[in-house]
């Protein structure tokens, strides 16, 4: 590419090989379990948590055919997810944490507090109208979008006290650290309940059908990002965010909610930024999984701190290794990893393409001329 940074060289070989990977692993007709299909990690079953890192990028490469293709076995679990939704006293569908090729709940002690996996499917057909804004797109995925919607708006506990929405307790947020019966108010998953609600708003706009007063009212209502001394907690329970070592391993979850997701009307970028510094010194990397590298690299790149995004790329710690083949070492009973391969490609894909609203070239990449990036066939992400 032209390009001084010695890096460049190591972060081109690392996109070809993880498009060659993903597309051989986890473009089939199902989610794919998080070591594709070399050889079986948590049973064999797919995670639908993780789908978002297996199959975003697809749409963002100009391949949205595959993520299609494992959509369609959203309509086979549908059933399921619908009668696990009435059967918890929920409306809509909620779907399942670990699955099985049939949609059947997998035994997990995660799986039934879990909830970040739930917006995946309204994310995913949104990329889909995206690519094709036929009404033929808009049946296709409606019925869907709109039981996610419907236990989204039904889940959270209304605080007469406060007069607002709270997720949890129990819960389990992405950073799974948290005592589910103590924990509410993950600050990840109410940017991702309120981005995901108004996009669901507007497929009911884009049907011709009227928005439920339940959607709004939880919208109006929903908590706050919870915050403490100019940070955002990774939950508003849990006020030692950033003095408990324990809460300083695994996902750093709270970069979602200005990463994987768009700036929202919950959002304060001052307030992420001092987050993104705070989370950048004092957390335990070591302790992490493949994808949470190129996660700080897409909240790095939409808060303008290009050199971050790269040096997030290639931080050293063991769990962000990509081996000579191409994939994301994580231990050794996980000696590779998919979901750092599909987040590798939908980081690098924002950084060179953007997203709404971004007037930046090649946002995510310094500008002092050790970068010379040139790309084609990305598309800018929400």
């Not at 889909?128 to 049946?139: F, G, I, K, P, V």
């Not at 003095?243 to 929202?264: C, I, K, Q, R």
């Not at 001329?369 to 790309?375: F, L």
């Amino acid at each position: 590419s032209g390009s001084t940074d010695p890096r460049a060289n190591e972060l081109e070989r690392r996109v070809v090989l993880s498009q060659y990977l993903t597309k051989a692993q986890t473009a089939g007709e199902m989610p794919p379990q998080e070591t594709g299909l070399t050889y079986n990690s948590w049973y064999g079953k797919p995670h639908l948590e993780m789908h978002w890192w297996h199959g975003v990028h697809y749409a963002l490469w100009g391949r949205p055919q595959y993520l299609e293709n494992t959509l369609n076995w959203h309509e086979t679990a549908f059933d399921n997810a619908k009668a696990l939704a009435e059967r918890q006293g929920f409306k809509g569908a909620r779907w399942q944490k670990m699955t099985d090729p049939y949609g059947e709940e997998g035994p997990s002690s995660v799986g039934a507090f879990l909830v970040w996996q739930q917006p995946h499917f309204i994310t995913f057909a949104e990329l889909l109208y995206r690519a094709d804004t036929s009404e033929a797109t808009l049946n296709k995925y409606k019925e869907r979008v709109f039981a996610t919607a419907e236990f989204m708006a039904s889940f959270p506990d209304y605080d007469k006290e406060n007069d607002r929405y709270v997720l949890g307790p129990p819960v389990i947020p992405a950073q799974e650290r948290f005592e589910k019966t103590e924990t509410f108010n993950p600050t990840y998953e109410l940017a991702y309940w309120n981005w995901a609600l108004k996009t669901a708003s507007a497929w009911k706009e884009r049907a011709g059908e009227p928005v439920p007063k339940q959607w709004t009212e939880v919208l109006e209502k929903l908590s706050a990002l919870p915050v403490q001394e100019d940070y955002y907690l990774a939950t508003e329970s849990a006020t030692d965010s950033y003095t408990n070592p324990e809460f300083l391993t695994d996902h750093p979850s709270v970069f979602g909610a200005y990463g994987m997701l768009p700036e929202t009307s919950l959002l304060n970028k001052a307030t992420m930024r001092n987050t993104f510094n705070k989370v950048w010194e004092v957390w335990t990397w070591e302790d992490t999984w493949g994808w949470d590298f190129p996660m700080t690299a897409m909240t790095a790149t939409r808060l303008g701190m290009p050199e971050k995004a790269v040096d997030a790329l290639f931080m050293d710690a063991q769990t962000n290794t990509y081996l000579k083949n191409g994939h994301n070492y994580q231990e050794e009973r996980l000696t590779l990893y998919m979901p750092g391969n599909g987040g590798l490609l939908t980081a690098v894909a924002m950084m060179c393409a953007g997203w709404d609203g971004n007037e930046t070239k090649n946002p995510g990449f310094p500008k002092d001329g050790s970068w010379n990036v040139k790309w084609e066939g990305l598309e800018p992400f929400f």
